[in-house]
């Protein structure tokens, strides 16, 4: 680009130039979802559907009109939340994987809105602030494990994702149980719901607090000096330490802003996507929420800008994979969209996805070099 | 209380031993080499799964086999990922997870069964008769491939070789060692243990396949590998440690008394897994090239 500055023309292809060098981690995202797609339509083939059939009807059904869009966005709701919990947590330097439990947790607080009276607007902010808390407190162990002993949050997460499971099997059995439905907890009250914002679909005003998180979780991480410290503590920790910059703080920040977002995807989820406005036995409606949040904050780059994008995506594969196993003669398993999920984060794992299938070529020539007995070619890395 | 349930909780905890320090043990040799797998748990699950239908196909040993194989290639493919694509280990992990947990769903569906698969009975494998009851035999390869593993990495060439891969790739490099398909090597090996342990959850323990049957083991595993500083022995002593706690929750739930609701009981695997892996860190120390890419500079 050296050259033409100056000149015009130069100008504008080195700002074209500027936009698509930002746009290549976009790329590759899009790159890492074709590849995600193409494995689950091998696998489609090979147990026996028409995966282009299947996708058409995924597509169709995420968005294929005003109902099954407005479907996708609901769907991608809670996923923006416990994407954000994994991308905080990233950018801070830890991989979080405990949205899950902060969610079911955070789900149950919000629960406990049914069991006292508040006018309509503050009822929802009530609950909406349960849940936050409780997702924060659960957060709270794997940070202070890590922060005082030591153990890798990896570990502390699963098993603090386990724990709160089965506490939260145990509220919803014997605690907050429904005297009259005894396979669901007792149901938020109409005045604790988030109003569905689209007549006749899934969603309600839940959006709104997703995508305002969202845009917090941006200011905070990139216009404030808190969030810078908590981005270079997560870059490159000593020489933050150098800085003056107390790591065991950020980490603290992260994981308990981490454990707001999951703590609210459970308050979306409850008290915000109809029908059943409880949580019921078993937790369906809240099962996987967390770990579909990695995926989607790992294509969105963790970046909320990106997560919201990569979360109408995500919701897309969902909403449309509920049309897509009721699809006429090719009903192919909502599962699939979950295997779509982990292929596609696979490919993200990849850096430089684009460069791997020239490698890739390369290693087959060395490895033809090396079977018809010639020098093995290096490793063209 | 009687002395057979005695009895019971160590037979219990004989088999749950198991997997956890088969998949540690294979989780050891991989750190050593440098490369953090924390998709376990996902090779556990899906070899469970393939592992029960090449049993039902061809037979307990067949199971077995096809259970190692498909642990190889995931390890295979993580380690192509990590070490030759310079790849994040964690994501890939998490990728690795993911999908596994959405593959065996599906495939339960598939298989007309949603959540649910039996192995038939001739399909597993037999247990022997010993004066404890019925006991897999694979409780003793368990046993016996923490001492290989150990025997291997203290006492021959190539197990140093490993170490040298995990601690410093660039004297590895210099010395002539090709650090990536060592890297490669070890993990896949690693893959091959989990998938073998994934397979005796199906094949030779459970004798059904659910999508959740893995639960937690995987990461009860890697929580093992810290509590073991990449020592096999060690890990062999965390693996009935952990395989202890997870009867004890098992067998707590068949007692004729029911005092605490069976939620409670369930949670006891994992917080004795938090307990002991906070007691033990900061005592341990591994490679220092742990889950990072070798650049040839």
Request: proline share 5%; glycine share 12%; net charge positive.
């Amino acid at each position: 680009m050296t050259g033409n500055e100056g000149q015009p023309g130069g100008r504008l292809l080195r700002g074209v130039h500027r936009t698509l060098t930002g746009l290549h981690p976009a790329l590759e995202s899009v790159l890492a979802a074709v590849v995600g797609l193409l494995v689950g339509a091998v696998l489609m083939y090979i147990w026996g559907y028409d995966p282009w059939r299947a996708y058409w009807a995924l597509l169709r059904g995420a968005y294929g009109g005003s109902y099954e869009i407005a479907s996708s966005i609901a769907r991608g709701v809670p996923l923006v939340l416990t994407g954000l919990t994994f991308a905080i947590c990233l950018r801070g330097g830890m991989f979080n994987i405990g949205a899950e439990g902060q969610m079911y947790v955070g789900a149950a607080a919000a629960v406990c809105v049914a069991y006292f009276k508040l006018p309509p607007g503050l009822h929802v902010v009530a609950g909406v602030l349960l849940a936050a808390v409780a997702g924060a407190v659960w957060s709270l162990g794997p940070a202070l494990l890590k922060l005082t002993r030591g153990v890798h949050e990896v570990i502390s997460t699963i098993m603090f994702n386990w724990i709160g499971r089965f506490l939260v099997f145990y509220l919803v059995a014997y605690v907050l149980v429904d005297a009259r439905q005894g396979q669901r907890t007792v149901q938020i009250p109409l005045s604790a719901r988030f109003p569905v914002l689209v007549r006749g679909t899934d969603l309600s005003y839940s959006v709104f607090l997703a995508v305002a998180f969202a845009l917090f979780v941006y200011v905070l991480l990139w216009h404030t000096a808190t969030g810078y410290e908590v981005r270079a503590a997560g870059l490159t920790p000593t020489a933050a330490r150098y800085g003056g910059i107390s790591i065991k703080r950020t980490m603290l920040l992260s994981f308990i802003l981490g454990g707001v977002a999951a703590g609210l995807a459970g308050a979306a989820t409850v008290m915000g996507l109809p029908p059943t406005y409880a949580i019921i036995s078993g937790l369906p409606q809240l099962m996987n929420l967390g770990f579909d949040g990695m995926a989607v904050a790992m294509v969105g780059r963790n970046h909320p800008i990106g997560i919201l994008v990569a979360a109408l995506f995500f919701g897309g594969l969902n909403a449309g994979g509920r049309v897509m196993q009721f699809y006429g003669s090719n009903p192919v398993p909502l599962e699939m969209v979950r295997v779509v999920m982990g292929a596609i984060v696979l490919a993200m794992a990849i850096p430089e996805l684009a460069r791997v299938f020239p490698a890739l070529a390369a290693s087959g020539r060395a490895l033809v070099g090396m079977l018809s007995r010639k020098r093995p070619v290096e490793e063209a890395a | 209380m009687s002395w057979s349930y005695v009895l019971d909780l160590l037979r219990i905890s004989l088999h749950a031993m198991v997997p956890i320090t088969l998949t540690a043990t294979g989780e050891i040799i991989g750190e050593t080499a440098g490369l953090f797998n924390i998709g376990l748990e996902g090779i556990l699950l899906i070899s469970a799964f393939v592992g029960a239908l090449a049993a039902g196909a061809g037979g307990p040993i067949v199971g077995l086999l096809a259970g190692m194989a498909t642990g190889m290639a995931i390890g295979f493919l993580f380690s192509v990922i990590a070490a030759y694509w310079k790849g994040t280990q964690m994501v890939a992990g998490i990728g690795i997870n993911l999908f596994a947990l959405g593959f065996v769903a599906f495939g339960l569906i598939k298989l007309g069964a949603p959540g649910f698969h039996a192995v038939p009975v001739a399909a597993q494998l037999v247990k022997l008769r010993t004066p404890l009851g019925a006991l897999s035999p694979l409780i003793f390869v368990a046993l016996l491939v923490p001492f290989v593993a150990h025997w291997f990495l203290k006492r021959t060439r190539a197990g140093l070789i490993l170490k040298a891969v995990g601690e410093n790739p660039e004297a590895a490099d210099v010395a002539g060692v090709n650090v990536n398909l060592t890297r490669l090597l070890a993990t896949t090996f690693g893959g091959a243990l989990a998938g073998l342990a994934g397979a005796y959850l199906s094949v030779a323990w459970f004798g059904s396949v659910t999508k959740e049957i893995s639960a937690g083991r995987g990461f009860i595993a890697l929580a093992t590998v810290v509590f073991s500083g990449l020592n096999p022995l060690l890990g062999l002593v965390g693996g009935i440690i952990f395989g202890f706690f997870q009867s004890l929750a098992t067998w707590i739930k068949t007692l004729p008394t029911k005092t605490i609701p069976w939620q409670f009981v369930d949670m006891l695997p994992y917080i004795v897994t938090l307990l002991v892996v906070s007691g033990v860190v900061g005592r341990v120390r591994f490679p220092k090239a742990l889950g990072i890419p070798y650049k040839r500079e």
